[in-house]
């Protein structure tokens, strides 16, 4: 969506090499303050949005922390010591930071509770942040998306583990879940990057951003979202074998703060959203 307007110039950063990207691409580890440093200088951006992190769960705490807060650490350094001041960022946090709160929609100002490795690293990055913002002046904003669901998901994400699984099966075959009733709030990644455009483009206070549509999602519901988009007419049933049980039962956001600043709504229905995914993970399937 940036690429489409044409007051943009953007470049972009990653490990490797990107055929399939469209922009001025440079290849360097985010991670090392030289190499980043460089690249900041050659562009001196006027917005740096952040997208490098860790999710995995085999990561221990301190090598998930040291990627989730290192570039953000590395980029404000840069910034400071060469008068960038100006240059605002945005970077990734998670719904992950909050844990969950069960009977209520999750805003802002909920008092953090991780329960996982991840949800802790990306919270000492928004603690980060947030001293930052308050003691050097600096405009960092983070952006707490929910869970994400949509075309082009990527493999680690809930949606398409069971969008995978739903394209797997026979036309009448039943699909088993582990925790069928966990609870959780999904919101299209097309509605994400809109919001995130609507960001980068309003001047506001920094802070922390809740994205997230506001409803409580069963994965049985999204896996019969699912089924639906799929042509499938097996049921969605509890695995009696499973005995997982996250511990995080509900976690529902909050986005009046971002819908407020910004004017971002979400436009997608789960099942719209459902069959765009199912769509272009059957391509490729």
């Not at 997208?51 to 840069?78: D, H, Y």
């Not at 097309?190 to 483009?201: A, C, S, Y």
Request: aromatic share 6%; hydrophobic share 40%.
């Amino acid at each position: 969506m940036l690429r489409q307007k044409a007051e943009y110039e953007i470049f972009t950063l990653s490990r490797h090499p990107a055929s399939d990207i469209k922009t001025k691409h440079f290849v360097a580890e985010a991670l090392d303050e030289k190499s980043l440093r460089d690249i900041v200088l050659t562009v001196k951006p006027k917005i740096i949005v952040n997208f490098i992190g860790a999710s995995t769960s085999t990561e221990a705490l301190v090598e998930l922390t040291r990627i989730n807060t290192g570039v953000i650490l590395n980029l404000v350094s840069i910034l400071g010591i060469k008068n960038l001041s100006e240059t605002r960022i945005i970077t990734m946090g998670s719904a992950a930071e909050y844990g969950g709160c069960s009977g209520k929609l999750i805003s802002e100002e909920e008092p953090a509770r991780p329960v996982s490795a991840y949800g802790i690293s990306k919270l000492a990055q928004t603690a980060i942040a947030k001293q930052f913002n308050e003691s050097l002046g600096s405009r960092i904003d983070v952006v707490r998306p929910f869970n994400l669901i949509g075309a082009n998901s990527p493999e680690s994400l809930i949606s398409q583990k069971i969008c995978r699984k739903v394209l797997a099966l026979e036309s009448s075959e039943n699909l088993y879940l582990d925790d069928a009733e966990m609870e959780r709030d999904f919101v299209d990644i097309d509605d994400f990057t809109k919001g995130l455009l609507n960001l980068i483009e309003t001047e506001c206070l920094p802070g922390v951003f809740n994205v997230c549509s506001g409803k409580a999602v069963s994965l049985r519901s999204l896996a019969e979202a699912f089924m639906i988009a799929g042509g499938k007419s097996g049921k969605v049933l509890q695995s009696p074998q499973s005995k997982f049980r996250s511990p995080v039962r509900r976690a529902v956001g909050d986005s009046t703060k971002m819908s407020g600043a910004t004017g971002w709504v979400v436009s997608k229905t789960l099942q719209q959203a459902a069959s765009e995914q199912i769509k272009t993970a059957a391509s490729f399937f």
